[in-house]
């Protein structure tokens, strides 16, 4: 990469991820954004930087000698599993697909589209999986004789607040997702390896209902099927004004914790952890940073599909060898 030569990023989408990205890239002085992809009338678009370019979608293959990695940011339900193959035909791409059970086959139809294109795909980036993939790796590798802990939250989860705000008579909703202290310290002592996600976290609702409603709400929240029937779940029943001055963060974060032992006599643990005031701004500066990687495997000429295991750090960060050796090593 030539000095003062930019990486040319494109973004894919443009919900609270997309305008992540956007601000991301901002913080990268090496990159340059060439513009926003839509399936929306672009001109609807309002950017939260001016003079920002937005194109319809079905342009992006007109952009293919302007951009060197266009950055998804749809969701992993139904837009990834057919727009990530679908653009790494003909651009190097980064997405953050987290259904978790078919990530291999996700990896499968991109790698065959990237290895097509002569492109190069990082898949399934972010924190989980992403970040926290990483560090259980980690944990395993360095404590081979032990128990990864996974926990997530306190975090707002967008599915589950959805599903309450379906209810009738909720006027707004959002619940989040909290570890169980006790349990965590006992995760930390290198017990409960076997507990379910529900024995290991609570849900807590906030609410904002017409009052004669309060007791049938609450009643089925408690008992939704597959979303809060296995939990401890509390329900708070608020005003409109609290809920739009203290519930409009969309925080996020968890615990990775590895815990075993060295030998007979030494109990060792690791902890990783995040503490997120925006899931979708902290989730984009993830996957802008595995652009930069993503540009850079491709000038190396490796292509196809990768995931977080296949990219080391050095590959992420805009530092040289000699300055991350003399500052970070």
């Not at 708070?236 to 409009?248: C, G, K, R, S, V």
Request: hydrophobic letters at 35%.
């Amino acid at each position: 990469m030539k000095q003062n030569e930019k990486i040319r990023i494109g973004i894919i989408g443009y919900g609270n991820l997309g305008r992540g990205a956007e601000l991301a890239i901002q913080n990268n002085p090496d990159m340059e954004l060439v513009g926003i992809f839509t399936r929306r009338n672009p001109a609807t678009i309002e950017t939260a930087t001016e003079g920002v370019s937005v194109y319809p979608y079905h342009d992006i293959e007109s952009f293919q000698e302007k951009i060197d990695v266009m950055v998804l940011c749809g969701g992993s339900a139904s837009d990834l599993p057919t727009m990530s193959p679908e653009v790494a035909k003909h651009f190097s791409i980064v997405d953050s697909y987290d259904n978790h059970a078919k990530i291999p086959e996700h990896f499968e139809r991109v790698n065959e589209a990237a290895l097509q294109g002569g492109n190069t795909a990082v898949i399934s980036t972010g924190w989980d999986p992403g970040l926290f993939s990483l560090n259980r790796l980690l944990g395993e590798i360095v404590i081979p004789n032990g128990g990864t802990h996974t926990f997530w939250g306190e975090g707002l989860s967008q599915g589950h607040s959805e599903a309450v705000r379906r209810i009738e008579g909720v006027k707004h909703a959002v619940q989040y997702t909290v570890p169980i202290e006790s349990v965590l310290a006992d995760a930390r002592r290198g017990k409960g390896e076997k507990l379910s996600a529900a024995e290991r976290h609570k849900r807590v609702c906030y609410v904002v209902a017409d009052k004669i409603d309060y007791e049938r709400i609450e009643k089925e929240i408690k008992t939704m099927p597959d979303y809060f029937a296995p939990y401890d779940t509390t329900v708070h029943f608020i005003d409109e004004a609290t809920f739009f001055n203290e519930h409009q963060k969309m925080k996020h974060g968890g615990f990775v914790i590895r815990s075993g032992k060295t030998s007979a006599d030494h109990q060792q643990t690791m902890e990783f952890a995040l503490t997120l005031e925006s899931n979708p701004e902290f989730t984009a500066s993830v996957l802008v940073a595995y652009a930069r990687a993503a540009y850079r495997l491709h000038k190396k000429g490796e292509t196809g599909a990768k995931t977080p295991f296949d990219v080391p750090f050095s590959m992420m960060t805009n530092k040289t060898a000699s300055q991350i050796m003399k500052e970070l090593l």
